[in-house]
């Protein structure tokens, strides 16, 4: 079972067959491999009877049937509904994802009440049993820069500054012992040792200079988006890098290069540097809104909606217009579908 358990994915699947993981162990040696299939049959029962429940499925269908059958029918009710869930999960999951109940009906031969009950119980269960044990670690980000509230204005508004992190500045320098033996040396041998020396300051100088790039464009991104740190996301203004390149005078490729995979923790979190540079839509006022706040605004009136009626894309950008910002109703989908959030007819609850 230990080999079981080592073979499971983070969302705690078993992806591969018993005969994969069995040549796996016995390679060509056939009657082993058959030996060991039957192990792995045995064990595979031992080890769904674990905790967390679904563990150890092959697939999302028999996860969700592992947790209905551990669910305790201690009702006729209860049983029924259970016994109507487990029915709709031997159906293709399609059905069960759009929440195709009309087709559900007659597939299981239960009433429309019936499988609303059911797939209401299903939603409830947990679809990776594994996740909650992933080694969260490993997707820790540590930024590259801090931001850091440095007083107040005239306005009484607070003012932001950025800093490198000190964790992550790299400690180089040239020893100083070998560096001053070299000075007095001559010949042939001490003129290369003289070249890396040389080649290890110019390295020393040149990431000390990618540093300082990059805190200046984090001072200027500070600078720009003030109202960010003051208010949140949906403050953000619209950026794109050449803005920051022409302030800095620096090429917008070097800009580009800059703030890809390199971080910021601010008070509201942790984001890349790209994080704030977005496009601009247009409003009534005759500024632009970021593309980054009108993502949290659309997030924040999907979190905020009926979940018996939830809202649609043309909802959504009529609601944006009203509230001067002209986003269509293709735009309004692309920003749902980047910030991972269903369709109406998925977010529906029954």
């Known amino acids: ?11 705690g699947y078993l992806e591969d067959s018993f005969e994969t993981l069995a040549e796996s162990l016995a390679g060509d040696d056939v009657e ?27 697939d999302l269908g028999e996860c969700l049937r592992l947790q209905l059958q551990a669910i305790p029918a201690d009702s006729e009710e209860r049983a029924a509904v259970r016994q109507t869930a487990l029915a709709i999960c031997k159906q293709p999951l399609e059905l069960l994802a759009k929440r195709d109940v009309k087709r559900l009906v007659p597939a299981i031969g239960a009433t429309e009440h019936e499988v609303k009950l059911a797939i209401a119980l299903i939603a409830r269960l947990e679809p990776k049993p594994g996740r909650r044990f992933i080694d969260v670690e490993r997707n820790v980000v540590v930024p590259d820069v801090l ?12 003012q932001f500054r950025a800093m490198l992190n000190p964790e992550v500045m790299p400690r180089l320098k040239v020893n100083d012992i070998y560096a001053n033996a070299l000075k007095g040396s001559k010949g042939d041998s001490h003129a290369g040792l003289q070249q890396r020396l040389q080649e290890a300051r110019w390295m020393i100088k040149n990431i000390q200079q990618r540093f300082d790039t990059i805190l200046r464009v984090s001072n200027a991104i500070t600078q720009r ?80 909606e009926n979940p018996k009626k939830p809202l649609s894309d043309n909802q959504l950008s009529d609601m944006l217009k009203e509230q001067g910002i002209d986003c269509a109703r293709r735009t309004v989908a692309k920003y749902r579908e980047a910030l991972r959030i269903a369709p109406t007819n998925l977010r529906k609850t029954l």
């Open 147 to 158: 931001v850091t509230a440095s007083g107040v204005d005239r306005q009484g508004l607070p």
């Open 1 to 11: 079972m230990r080999f079981l358990i080592e073979s499971l994915n983070d969302d």
């Open 32 to 58: 082993q491999c058959e030996e060991l299939v039957h192990r792995f049959q045995v064990a595979l029962g031992l080890l769904q009877s674990l905790e967390p429940t679904g563990v150890g499925a092959r």
């Open 225 to 304: 988006q003030r109202s960010f740190f003051i208010h949140g996301e949906l403050a953000m203004k619209p950026m794109v890098l050449r803005e920051i390149a022409e302030e800095l005078g620096l090429h917008e490729s070097t800009i580009s290069r800059v703030t890809t995979a390199k971080y910021m923790h601010t008070p509201y979190g942790t984001y890349e540097l790209k994080y704030f540079f977005g496009s601009g839509l247009g409003t009534d006022s005759g500024n632009n809104a970021s593309s980054t706040a009108v993502r949290a605004l659309i997030k924040q009136l999907i979190a905020s």
